[in-house]
């Protein structure tokens, strides 16, 4: 099995957009739609995915929520969590930040741009 990324994202436009570029790249990708989903199935994995790039603003549970309990789990503290979002006021980027973003990419995004910071993260 490749390096896993999994996609949370609620517009089904963009979440198709990210999973085809990532999976041109060679990366397995697995995606959800809303926040409480991914945070449900990411608790239940035997092991956790390479990275995780996520939407802030979300159905269920929000991206910030999302991340903040990805860094509280002791199984997947670890992860790399990119944000990708609409949102990109100063405030919204350091609070990104402080809850442990790995990242931080806003919309309108170049999907190449994406590409290679999910590249960095997963070394």
Do not use: C, Q
């Not at 509280?72 to 979002?85: F, K, Y």
């Amino acid at each position: 099995m490749g390096t896993e990324i999994v996609v949370v994202e609620d517009d089904e436009g963009v979440r198709d957009l990210v999973a085809y570029r990532l999976r041109t790249d060679g990366f397995d990708v697995t995606t959800y739609e809303d926040g409480r989903a991914a945070w449900e199935a990411l608790v239940s994995r035997a092991s956790p995915p390479d990275a995780v790039v996520t939407d802030v603003m979300l159905p269920g549970i929000d991206g910030l929520t999302l991340l903040r309990r990805i860094r509280g789990h002791d199984g997947l503290a670890s992860v790399p969590v990119i944000l990708l979002t609409s949102r990109g006021l100063e405030s919204d980027v350091t609070e990104a930040f402080a809850s442990g973003a790995t990242d931080y990419l806003t919309k309108p995004f170049r999907p190449n741009e994406l590409l290679a910071r999910v590249r960095r993260v997963v070394g």
